[in-house]
């Protein structure tokens, strides 16, 4: 075999002609040219390099990082209509779950059902929950329970009245970039009223797995895995003596309460369930928020109220007495004297501040409203310290 090399003569290009012959990098190419290392880097610069290094990364350690961004599940049960799981400051309004449904009967599915607001004693209900997450990874393994507890403003350690499980369920949930983050879930197990307070029973729920644990306790104001349904909307005729005598002795000896009229927010309170099975206002009358008070209210807004309720109407306070003493003082103005009355009584009291013929539903709507088509949303709000603890919400109207 010969051992002489191919040859190959080519021409000799100019500069430019080489230029041209190779061609260049695209116009989207980042460039980092080279710069010369004229010494060596003392132990000063790499002490600064690595303070450089190390607050890059803990700015992006998923300690710096809202829960919704780091690669975990964020599970939900929300308080008002637009939450989204931020508890900082807690939420002022949590009462209201739009995320609890209550449905006459025994059913499968949500599907074309009219939900309720009023249960019936005795008769069984299906409860569904609707459960979020927003976080970037999968809940897989998820779980929902369902309590029952009789009216409270608070349900903490301790509670005379714990809530008592009513069934579960389990379910798996996307992460938040699907639309299958979001689903109703069936409680398997039917919820029964029982005969205490007439039927006036509050409603919980909390939701948990293994990578988002939900806190001790029921605490719906600060936990976003809890959700709280004290809302009741009134038949024309209830006698609700029973209920606010109830409620007046579940403020604490130290504790406060007021009466707010919750205006045009009652649309945004009712929709959820009306609208839960699909059809539009299925089961709940459509309300119509009073564009006029009758009764004496202050009006007041506030950065955080706008967040959960945009306007609200104060009608009456009941303040807290000296410790050890059982007689409040209540009245329109919170600074004044008032008049004295028991802690037992003091629902009792704000409700006859509508000065209604009697403490029925259609009594006090048509007190504070001459139209008998408006819808009235009636706030029993307690209060520690001045922030919002709890509180009772109950719907009244004429018809």
């Known amino acids: 075999m010969s051992d002489i090399r191919e040859h190959f003569d080519h021409p000799e290009l100019t500069p430019e002609e080489d230029r041209l012959a190779r061609g260049g990098d695209p116009t989207t190419t980042r460039k980092h040219p080279l710069q010369p290392l004229h010494h060596l880097p003392d132990e000063a610069d790499e002490e600064d390099a690595l303070r450089h290094v190390l607050a890059w990364v803990d700015e992006r350690a998923p300690g710096r990082r809202p829960r919704q961004d780091q690669l975990l599940p964020y599970l939900l049960i929300r308080a008002m209509t637009g939450d989204h799981g931020v508890r900082e400051p807690p939420m002022p309004y949590f009462w209201q779950s739009p995320d609890i449904i209550v449905v006459p009967g025994i059913v499968d599915s949500i599907d074309a059902q009219a939900a309720t607001l009023t249960p019936r004693l005795g008769e069984p209900h ?86 988002d644990r939900a806190t001790v306790g ?141 403490l029925t539903g259609r009594a006090l709507a048509a007190a504070m409203s001459e139209d008998p088509a408006d819808t009235h949303l009636l706030r029993f709000e307690a209060l520690r310290d001045g922030v919002v603890i709890g509180g009772y919400s109950i719907v009244v109207t004429q018809s």
């Open 218 to 358: 029921f605490d719906a104001a600060t936990d976003r895995h809890v959700g709280q349904l004290n809302l009741h909307v009134a038949r024309p005729d209830l006698d609700l003596h029973p209920l606010l005598l109830w409620l007046g002795r579940q403020i604490g000896p130290n504790d406060s309460m007021q009466l707010v009229h919750g205006l045009e927010t009652v649309t945004d309170v009712l929709a959820p369930h009306a609208l839960a099975g699909g059809g539009d206002w299925v089961g709940i009358p459509r309300p119509r928020p009073p564009t006029h008070l009758l009764v004496r209210h202050d009006r007041g807004e506030s950065e955080q109220e706008e967040s959960a309720s945009r306007t609200r109407g104060t009608i009456g306070w009941v303040t807290a007495p000296e410790r050890g003493s059982r007689l409040y003082r209540f009245g329109q103005n919170p600074a004044s004297e008032g008049e004295p009355t028991k802690r037992g009584r003091s629902a009792v009291a704000l409700a006859r501040l509508i000065e209604a013929d009697e």
């Open 126 to 211: 299906t409860i569904f929950v609707r459960v979020w997450n927003l976080g970037r990874l999968a809940a897989i393994g998820a779980r929902v329970d369902a309590y029952w507890a009789n009216p409270a403003f608070s349900f903490g350690a301790g509670s005379p009245h714990p809530p008592e499980l009513i069934g579960n369920a389990g379910f798996n949930l996307a992460d938040r970039t699907s639309t299958a983050c979001m689903s109703v879930v069936r409680i398997a197990e039917p919820w029964i009223p029982r005969w205490e307070n007439e039927g006036h029973e509050c409603l919980l729920a909390v939701v948990s797995c293994l990578m």
